[in-house]
């Protein structure tokens, strides 16, 4: 049980918007969805188009603001990371689909060499990838006054159990509202392509 108390910390950190628990979280995390990105991208026409960490910043911003607004009961790192590796499999998934429709079919595009180094950025920093207040703020901002009461309850550490017994509810029921609201907005605002209930 002591091993779970620093990771305990953690996510609750990460719920209050600590930037430091956040940078921590993507220190610890991002080289395994980088590597689940990777496992994913085996043709190298998609490799060119987007890589893994384009991904992993899709991820960890999803995660960020879910996390910040209630959604996930994470009680071990292993949970932790299943959840980011599905989302990364997800929004891998997502990104083929994209880049294969239509007129933008990688599969038609030509090798040019040149213009991966043309293209070539350097990394953001973890502060950068976690600074998403606005982005939190906009999400609430989209949230409907019950949605929005559900995930602050939710930031403040309290259990679904204890909220729908205040509420008269299911427990069940609500987490899904709260998860159906998020998948809304987050497609809303180009967060999530598909939703990870």
Known sequence: M????????????????????????????????????????????????????????????????RAALGQYDLSSPDQLLKLLAQ????????????????????????????ALVRAAASEPSPSV??????????????LSPDELDLAEQRALGREWAEIAAERGEGAEALRKRLARALDRVGQELGLDEESHV
Request: proline content about 2%; hydrophobic content about 40%.
């Open 129 to 142: 990838q976690v600074a998403g207040r606005e982005l939190l703020d906009e999400v609430r901002r989209r």
């Open 87 to 114: 989302m990364a499999r997800h929004k891998v998934t997502d990104q083929v689909r994209r880049h294969r429709a239509g007129q933008r079919d990688v599969r038609r595009v030509r090798d040019d060499s040149q």
């Open 2 to 65: 002591s091993n779970l108390l620093p990771f305990e910390d953690l996510i609750r950190r990460v719920r209050a918007g600590d930037q430091d628990a956040a940078a921590e979280l993507v220190r610890d995390y991002e080289p395994a969805i980088r590597r689940v990105v990777r496992l994913r991208l085996q043709d190298a026409r998609l490799r060119r188009a987007f890589d893994s960490m384009d991904v992993c910043q899709s991820v960890l911003g999803s995660f960020f603001v």
